[in-house]
């Protein structure tokens, strides 16, 4: 079997699941997203998920995905935001973890930036999108659990209650929603717990900031995106269902 007929089957077994999911809890499964995490793999994975469908992909290393955007556009794939020649476009969302002195080479190479992480990253993604006249979509990660390893804004943090005032100002930023990840702990009822968690943020945080938009929650992966869907999830990040198992940090090309 091909690697086009191998992805094209999991999606199709995936748009099944969601749409399963999406039934149990009365939801139209248009309102649920799929992105594709495609982190350790090649450019030609993400090129037959994309002729199956896929238009948004989740990487988490600027330095992995500036080298592999090279092939994508030998696969005819352009990404959005990131250039102005339009044609076969996918957005590509960084989902890990940005160290502020790479946040202006991630803007230049990103639709998106879901894992926002700090005020000072905030500060940081703003200017250099002004500097490419960019306007950059945004999540707020945050950190649910007590993971040392997890990165995150704290719910109940002061820098949190400083970004979310300090936001409409960045203008170059534009705020959707939030983004987390859930204990890896396989236990369902803390994935739940965290997901239900973060909806209700979402919903606080909504009435008292009425000029942002939090529409978007990003949560739930491969082990846990059903439980995800339930808990109101927009956007669930898939990345083994999909491509298979990561091999860890081998080298990559297309
Ligand atoms: C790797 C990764 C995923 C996808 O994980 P799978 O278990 O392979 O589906 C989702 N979200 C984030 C933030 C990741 O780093």
């Known amino acids: 079997m091909s690697l086009q007929q191998i992805i094209s089957d999991r999606l199709q077994h995936l748009y099944d699941q969601i749409g399963a999911a999406c039934r149990r809890a009365g939801r139209d499964p248009d309102t649920v997203q799929l992105m594709a995490v495609s982190k350790t793999h090649p450019a030609e994975a993400m090129a037959a998920a994309y002729a199956a469908g896929i238009r948004i992909f989740g990487e988490n290393r600027v330095q992995e995905f500036q ?3 090279s092939d ?8 959005a935001g990131t250039r102005k020649d339009g044609g076969d476009q996918a957005e590509v969302h ?6 502020s002195n790479k946040a202006a080479r991630a803007v230049e190479v990103f639709s998106a930036v879901d894992t926002v992480d700090s005020l000072r990253i905030a500060q940081r993604l703003n200017e250099a999108a002004a500097r490419l006249h960019r306007q950059v979509p945004i999540l707020l990660e945050i950190k649910l659990s007590e993971e040392p390893t997890k990165t995150g ?5 002061r820098e949190l209650a400083d970004l979310l005032e300090r936001l409409p100002a960045m203008d170059h930023l534009t705020l959707h929603g939030l983004m987390t990840v859930a204990p890896l702990d396989g236990n369902p009822d803390t994935a739940r717990r ?13 009435a008292q900031y009425p000029q942002l938009d939090f529409s978007q929650l990003s949560m739930g992966m491969s082990g846990d995106f059903e439980i995800a ?13 999909i491509f298979g198992q990561r091999q860890g940090p081998v080298k990559l090309s297309a």
């Open 72 to 79: 994508l556009k030998a696969f005819g794939i352009n990404i």
């Open 94 to 99: 960084l989902i890990g973890h940005l160290q």
């Open 229 to 241: 869907i339930e808990e109101g999830s927009t956007m669930v990040r898939i990345g083994s269902a």
């Open 153 to 157: 804004l704290l719910p109940h943090s």
């Open 194 to 206: 965290c997901f239900r968690n973060l909806r209700q943020l979402r919903d606080a945080w909504a």
């Open 67 to 69: 080298q592999k955007s």
